[in-house]
């Protein structure tokens, strides 16, 4: 499976952006799928994660409330709609794939990554 990321940019705090995450294959609509972002210095953090229809979503505390999660497995898509962005978000993004339908948290459950876009969000 291949994802391709985009829709990163530069936004000014309280802005939006929109993320959308194409996966080559239809293999990813019976897995769960995922957001990671990784700021300068610091590890990659877990961001949201979405089941294999959709039906359950989590978020990290910090984006809860103005991130939203969603996947289209008619078209092999997922989507993070960021919207009250702060510039603590400023991260490179990276969707993920993992081999199950319900996944977790952490980034080892996940086999097929993105290959990342820069969110930057200017106070």
């Known amino acids: 499976v291949q994802l391709q990321a985009s829709g990163g940019g530069l936004a000014q705090a309280g802005g939006s952006l929109r993320l959308p995450c194409a996966a080559s294959t239809r293999a990813a609509s019976n897995n769960a799928m995922a957001w990671f972002r990784q700021a300068p210095g610091k590890e990659r953090e877990f961001v949201a994660r979405i089941n294999w229809n959709g039906s359950m979503t989590n978020y990290i505390d910090s984006v809860k409330g103005r991130f939203t999660i969603s996947r289209d497995n008619t078209k092999n898509t997922m989507t993070l709609q960021m919207n009250m962005l702060k510039p603590e978000d400023t991260a490179v993004y990276y969707c993920?794939?993992?081999?199950?339908?319900?996944?977790?948290?952490?980034?080892?459950?996940?086999?097929?990554w993105g290959q990342g876009t820069q969110v930057t969000v200017s106070s």
């Open positions: 993920a794939v993992a081999l199950r339908p319900y996944g977790s948290s952490r980034s080892a459950d996940f086999r097929y």
